[in-house]
């Protein structure tokens, strides 16, 4: 998997050399390459924004230099079957960036990420773009950042470490919130009494088929008290086989 930023704030993604991913990238399972917008300027003041055409406040992001660094990524050489880049543009008007989003994304081959600042990109420039990229305005979440750069290091983070060899034991990608629709169950370790809290008698007793029936138990209570929201797209089937009490 080919990562590719564009930034006028490059330091902004230091974190992606860290860690998990950092490790991915010295073992040669992630390619990720950060540039600079300001590269693709020509001007003594490198100049990325200018006012915006109809008043309102702040600036725009100029469009000729994201035209000339994504020009920069070669879209459009990519062979048939890899298809062409996923260019995905952090923005509060965005679709909300999921866990499926994120398996979606790691079935990708190369994946651009354009990190907007000020009032945001010239929005020429995506209509441009799709003529060599699948355009994707993703969103984080229905709150407003100053820029796409703490997107892109989560967004980056959960599609990386889907990767095949990222993470350690793959068996922990399992059983993840989300992965099933549901939130995580809550989990334990010694000692089993900590300050007179114990440990769930259940996940003590060594019966398997009664742990697993009170950890699906929690997800459910725990979706259905936390993200109702979530619960309204189980099955019926699925929510008879937990016993709520609530
Ligand atoms: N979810 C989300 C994305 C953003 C921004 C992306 C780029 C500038 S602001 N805010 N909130």
Same mark, same amino acid.
């Given at each position: 998997m080919r990562f590719d930023v564009i930034s006028i704030f490059p330091?902004?993604?230091?974190?992606? *050399?860290?860690?998990?991913? =950092?490790?991915?990238?010295?073992? =040669?399972?992630?390619?990720?390459?950060v540039h600079d917008l300001r590269d693709f300027t020509h001007d003594r003041?490198?100049?990325?924004?200018?006012?915006?055409?109809? =008043?309102g406040a702040g600036m725009v992001m100029k469009p000729e230099p994201w035209a000339q660094a994504l *020009?920069?990524?070669?879209?459009?050489? *990519?062979t048939l079957e890899a298809g062409q880049p996923v260019l995905v543009v952090p923005s509060p008007a965005g679709e909300v960036f999921t866990q499926a989003i994120a398996e979606e994304l790691a079935a990708e081959e190369h994946l651009v990420f354009a990190c907007g600042r000020y009032e945001g990109i010239d929005e020429r420039v995506l209509e441009w773009a799709a003529?060599?990229?699948?355009?994707?305005?993703?969103?984080l979440g229905d709150y407003v950042l100053n820029g796409g750069e703490v997107a892109v290091l989560a967004m980056v983070e959960a599609v990386a470490r889907l990767l095949p060899g990222v993470v =350690?034991?793959?068996?922990s990608l399992i059983e993840e919130s989300h992965q099933d629709g549901l939130l995580e169950y809550p989990v334990y370790t010694k000692p089993s009494d900590w300050r007179d809290n114990q440990v769930p008698e259940v996940l003590l007793s060594g019966n398997h088929a009664k742990i697993a029936r009170?950890?699906?138990? *929690?997800?459910?209570r725990r979706t259905a008290v936390?993200?109702?929201?979530?619960?309204?797209?189980?099955?019926?089937?699925?929510?008879?086989k937990a016993d709520l009490g609530l």
């Open positions: 330091e902004y993604l230091a974190p992606l *050399e860290l860690s998990l991913i =950092g490790k991915a990238r010295q073992d =040669g399972l992630v390619q990720l390459t003041h490198r100049t990325v924004d200018d006012t915006p055409y109809g =008043g *020009e920069s990524l070669k879209p459009g050489t *990519e003529q060599n990229y699948r355009v994707r305005p993703m969103s =350690g034991n793959p068996e009170f950890r699906r138990d *929690e997800q459910l936390r993200r109702p929201d979530l619960i309204a797209q189980l099955s019926v089937a699925e929510l008879n």
